[in-house]
T-cell receptor, first 115, second 111 residues
Framework: GAVVSQHPSRVICKSGTSVKIECRSL??????MFWYRQFPKQSLMLMAT?????????EQGVEKDKFLINHASLTLSTLTVTSAHPEDSSFYIC???????????FGPGTRLTVT | GQQLNQSPQSMFIQEGEDVSMNCTSS?????WLWYKQDPGEGPVLLIA?????ELTSNGRLTAQFGITRKDSFLNISASIPSDVGIYFC???????????FGIGTKLQVIP
């Protein structure tokens, strides 16, 4: 149980384009999903917290107009990187929390490369 | 904000040896979580701790929630090559609050 999937696993895009990453909880209802960014050899940095049916809460320094988050259902959250630039290249990981539980379960991550 | 200090940052051990790593916080946590991350993958939850003093095992892994609520440790007994990876501690001040992650401990096991 507690399986989280992400799609795509890898994406290469050109500078200026937008990329959408999907995060799905496969066997539980995720009332809350989290989006993290991880640079090589570094820890996970929380970008935003999204609750189903409401606006995401962004961490300080994260541009909400650049990183659009939608959590339209209890099993799906999406992160759209708009007008991507090379500095947005990173490993993006989502996590989901089951209703009534405290643990976060992570997806396998998405490697974004902006050329 | 909350800060987590995780140590050691890296370690090399011989297969079969026991391993210990710990995390300390600048503030009180009510939940401690330990994750393992393999290269290019998302973290996998190993152990979750909810009570001060709690000692929990998962196979060869044992973790404890410190009495002061500001620290936790993870022990791995009889290490094997597949234990290689980066181990992260994570804590939160409340059940549904966001978690803060440590910087990770990179473990390498020499066969």
């Amino acid at each position: 149980g507690a399986v989280v999937s992400q799609h795509p696993s890898r994406v290469i895009c050109k500078s200026g384009t937008s990329v959408k990453i999907e995060c799905r909880s496969l066997d539980f209802q995720a009332t809350t999903m989290f989006w993290y960014r991880q640079f090589p050899k570094q820890s996970l940095m929380l970008m935003a917290t999204s609750n189903e049916g409401s606006k995401a809460t962004y961490e300080q320094g994260v541009e909400k107009d650049k990183f659009l988050i939608n959590h339209a259902s209890l099993t799906l959250s999406t992160l759209t990187v708009t007008s991507a630039h090379p500095e947005d290249s990173s490993f993006y990981i989502c996590s989901a929390r089951d209703r009534g539980r405290y643990e976060q379960y992570f997806g396998p991550g998405t490697r974004l490369t902006v050329t | 904000g909350q800060q987590l200090n995780q140590s050691p940052q890296s370690m090399f051990i011989q297969e079969g040896e026991d391993v210990s790593m710990n995390c300390t916080s600048s503030s009180i946590f009510n939940t401690w979580l330990w994750y393992k991350q393999d290269p290019g993958e998302g973290p996998v939850l190993l152990i979750a701790l909810y009570k001060a003093g709690e000692l929990t095992s998962n196979g060869r892994l044992t973790a404890q929630f410190g009495i002061t609520r500001k620290d936790s440790f993870l022990n791995i007994s009889a290490s094997i090559p597949s234990d290689v990876g980066i181990y992260f501690c994570a804590g939160s001040s409340g059940g549904y609050q966001k978690v803060t992650f440590g910087i990770g401990t990179k473990l390498q096991v020499i066969p």
